[in-house]
């Protein structure tokens, strides 16, 4: 339930903090007072998408602010699944506009997107404004209507997943069906392909082995000619560097006993001829090992090149690659091979899901057919006191293909008239006969759908007198299980019968134009209820009309 409203520089309001409250409540209030820009300032906390125009010339920022109360509701787990906080007696949802035309939304003062405001919004508050009447026009409406009385959204959301594994069951088959044509039609290339891979007989790390083995052989002279060098000024009998170090390592022993500094140097050199008598060896297993044989080079550069070859041929740059085509070609021709067992056993999988999803449709079509009969009953109740003594109303279901939301197609069906046949509401209700199909709807639907606040934008248009005061006593009986209804109106017979009544007036004071909205004192009521029946000119016969209507 919305509690409390709090607007700051919003088009003509420089700043709005009031209170509203349980029940049914009316707002009045002459044509261009700002009646409208209460719902405009309502609709952006609901999620509607910011013009910075709306902000109040001459301010840098607008704030929108409402408290909600959702103590009777169970909305925690929204919250909990969104990582909100959640204060169930205090809901604030505030929504901040700037003139440089940024937007930001909030949810307990936590910064959230608009589409998740949006979803909350849909929660918290419906607001049927003229233009919603059009809704009668529209499939999906009527049909929300029949699925909102029959309660069917267990069975619906059934039916839906269902629906989604036929239409994707029904997509797999149809691309099974393309692929296996056109592999089919390029078996024979796809044959010669695998055969060339396969019989290339390709390893991991072949190529890289093979190169380094090439870049040896075609070395093999220059790396020889290093090694021997090496070995030389190694292992040489006359100059070589172990021959050296092994003449000094023999001079320094024999003055160690009698010149123990030298004992240190001793080990170094010691261990220095070790190591490098390990190198030596090393370097003449090397000179063994290096044989240049020029047919083994010609075999390593002949496989690779047929190696790049395949590379180049199948637009890749490793072995790796080349394998991995290989395997898919295989893949891919074990498919075509075993293509009519797994074609089959699709189209059995895309029967049997067919089949569950009729059956899921028939069982939603059940629960509307007997919804929509105690539709049609609710409707003649509420429709008949409302100046339609002679009314029918029916709800028409036909059959159609599976959709995502089953195999109906519902049409509400309408007569005012004995003598004028049922025919789809939109095309025959007149203006203030659909107002008041929308407001029995509407009732009806409040009592299946737990929203805590609906706001009625002007529905009474088109109607007046005791017609009127039937709509005020049906949404005044809506205001009472807990529920907030308020009705902007212009008729004294509806703002009579509201526990609360508030004004919205527009102002002319030296800074410019502004509007604003109160709450009405009992004897402020009267003359308002007193002007909605007179005009400006207020007589003592109004006066007492107003109070009468406000008695009654």
Not at 39 to 60: E, M, N, V, Y
Not at 429 to 441: C, H, K, N, P, T
């Amino acid at each position: 339930m919305l509690r409390q409203l709090y607007i700051k520089n919003f088009t003509l309001i420089d700043e709005l903090d009031i209170s509203l409250y349980e029940g049914f409540s009316v707002i009045t209030g002459e044509t261009g007072a700002g009646k409208s820009i209460i719902l405009g300032a309502i609709a952006l906390l609901l999620g509607q998408r910011a013009d910075s125009k709306t902000i109040k010339q001459g301010a840098d920022k607008c704030i929108i602010e409402a408290h909600f109360d959702l103590s009777r509701y169970a909305m925690q787990e929204f919250f909990d699944e969104n990582d909100i906080e959640y204060d169930a007696e205090d809901c604030i949802i505030r929504r901040e506009l700037t003139a440089a035309g940024k937007s930001r939304a909030f949810i307990n003062d936590t910064p959230v997107a608009l589409s998740m405001l949006k979803e909350l919004g849909e929660q918290l508050m419906d607001v049927h404004s003229q233009h919603q009447n059009l809704l009668l026009n529209k499939q999906d409406f009527q049909l929300e209507v029949v699925d909102i009385i029959a309660n069917d959204a267990l069975q619906l959301a059934q039916y839906q997943k269902s629906y989604n594994g036929f239409l994707q069951a029904e997509k797999e088959l149809k691309e099974m069906i393309s692929t296996i044509e056109r592999n089919r039609e390029n078996h024979d290339f796809m044959q010669f392909q695998y055969d060339e891979l396969a019989n290339a007989n390709l390893t991991k790390g072949e190529q890289e082995e093979l190169e380094q083995r090439s870049e040896t052989m075609e070395h093999s002279e220059d790396i020889k000619s290093a090694l021997y060098t090496t070995d030389n000024a190694l292992s040489s009998e006359q100059v070589g560097a172990l021959e050296s170090l092994r003449v000094s390592l023999s001079a320094l022993r024999n003055i160690e006993n009698v010149y123990p500094e030298v004992g240190e140097l001793v080990q170094r050199i010691d261990s220095d001829y070790i190591d490098l008598k390990d190198v030596s060896q090393e370097i003449c297993s090397l000179l063994d090992s290096i044989d240049f044989d020029p047919t083994e080079l010609d075999q390593v550069n002949n496989r690779l090149d047929h190696i790049y070859e395949l590379e180049k041929k199948y637009h890749v740059e490793t072995v790796e690659e080349l394998i991995n085509k290989r395997n898919e070609l295989h893949y891919q021709l074990n498919a075509i091979e075993n293509s009519d067992e797994s074609l089959e056993a699709l189209k059995t999988r895309k029967n049997d899901l067919e089949i569950r999803t009729r059956k899921e449709a028939e069982v939603l079509t059940k629960l509307r057919i007997k919804a929509a009969k105690t539709i049609e009953d609710e409707m003649q109740k509420r429709l008949v006191p409302l100046g339609m003594p002679h009314v029918r109303f029916s709800i028409q279901l036909t059959a159609t293909e599976l959709g995502y939301k089953g195999s109906d197609r519902v049409s509400f069906l309408f007569s005012a008239n004995t003598s004028t046949p049922l025919q789809p509401v939109s095309q025959v209700a007149s203006g203030g006969e659909i107002a008041r199909v929308m407001l029995s709807l509407k009732a009806m639907i409040s009592g299946a759908v737990k929203l805590p606040t609906i706001i009625f934008d002007e529905i009474d248009t088109g109607v007046s007198g005791k017609t009127a005061e039937m709509m005020a006593q049906i949404m005044k009986e809506m205001g009472g299980h807990g529920r907030q209804v308020i009705s902007i109106t212009h008729l004294p017979q509806i703002a009579a019968l509201g526990s609360v009544h508030y004004k919205v007036e527009k102002n002319e004071t030296a800074h410019g134009t502004t509007s604003r909205m109160h709450q009405l004192a009992p004897d402020e009521r009267v003359r308002e209820i007193a002007q909605m029946l007179s005009g400006s000119d207020i007589s003592e016969a109004a006066i007492q009309n107003a109070k009468e209507l406000l008695k009654n």
